[in-house]
């Protein structure tokens, strides 16, 4: 049977206006040929937001704007349908905010809840109000201007202290801690100095001293066995003993001198009876005149004359002073 013209060009317009209808609404993010999951969102402005732009989560799309539709003639609120892409979980209080890219291109954003049910196809999402492109701006520059705003004020702060620094009288003093600085790095090079300078000197004595050390090693052995024998025989000694004997003879020393400063003896007596010491000295006293007047008066106590004339002189009534004592001649 012979195909006609006519029904060719029918078939080929049929073919053509599926394809164009199948196109225009792949356009629009539907995909004909698969039965997607819808969800709705209600605002009360789209801002930038038109058909077929993204919906994402977390920064990967899940889905596409399908349509828009006013709920009534007031324009009390916008009905989005979202065409989901992407068979994923999508807790029931999670929110859905209308957001502006830098270049202008608006996209839908579903903030994840936390509960443990989901949404279902037919569902609608919470909303929030939408963020301006210039607000979102805002809110992720003005971190940044803080932190501009707070090096700013320390550089101010670094420039004043420079300032403060380089005033003449600070760098004058800037000027005399270099000089004196150079006359210090002049006088450590000098002691550093291999040949002239007092730590190579030190050094050099060290050098001596350690080589006369090893010279005498010898002798420092036996100068150390020496001293630990003496440590050992001080060791040895009964040390208790001789303090335990210490003891008793400061002990008899403090009975001793107990007694002295007690009124008991004869010598305890004399030191603390005043009036025994009084007694004691005029008895001294009287025996140092007796004396005297014995050497003064010789023949009043001893008379060997048969026919001499006895001494009528009266007995001494106080010792005779030393350069004055006259002695009776025969």
Do not use: C, W
Not at 25 to 38: E, H, I, P, S, Y
């Amino acid at each position: 049977m012979k195909i006609s013209n006519e029904f060719k060009v029918g078939i080929l317009v049929i073919v053509g206006l599926t394809l164009l209808i199948i196109g225009f609404n792949f356009l629009k993010g539907k995909d004909v040929f698969n039965r997607q999951t819808k969800l709705y969102a209600v605002f009360s402005d789209l801002g930038s937001l038109q058909k077929s732009n993204p919906v994402k989560i977390n920064g990967l799309e899940v889905g596409t704007v399908y349509d828009f539709k006013e709920i009534d003639k007031n324009l009390s609120g916008i009905i989005i349908t979202i065409n989901m892409n992407r068979d994923v979980n999508i807790p029931t209080n999670s929110v859905a905010t209308i957001e502006s890219e830098l270049l202008g291109t608006g996209l839908i954003s579903i903030t994840k809840g936390d509960a443990t049910t989901f949404l279902k196809s037919g569902d609608t999402l919470h909303t929030d109000k939408q963020a301006s492109l210039l607000s979102s701006v805002t809110a992720q520059v003005t971190p940044t201007l803080t932190k501009v705003r707070e090096s700013l004020d320390s550089v101010k702060m670094v420039m004043s202290s420079v300032n403060k620094i380089f005033d003449p009288n600070t760098k004058g003093n800037i000027q005399a801690i270099i000089a004196n600085l150079m006359v210090t790095t002049a006088y450590l090079q000098d002691l550093l100095n291999t040949q002239t300078g007092a730590l190579a000197q030190s050094l050099n004595n060290l050098n001596s001293f350690t080589g006369n050390m090893k010279k005498n090693n010898q002798q420092i052995d036996s100068i150390m066995m020496n001293t630990a024998n003496a440590t050992r025989k001080f060791a040895e000694l009964d040390l208790e003993g001789t303090l335990s004997s210490l003891q008793s003879t400061l002990d008899q020393l403090k009975g001793s001198m107990a007694k002295l400063d007690s009124k008991e003896g004869s010598l305890g007596l004399l030191l603390n009876d005043k009036q025994l010491y009084v007694n004691l000295n005029n008895t001294l006293v009287s025996l140092e005149t007796l004396l005297d007047d014995v050497r003064t008066h010789p023949k009043r106590y001893v008379n060997v004359s048969v026919f001499g004339k006895k001494d009528k002189s009266g007995p001494l009534s106080s010792p005779t002073p030393k350069d004055s004592v006259i002695i009776e001649k025969n």
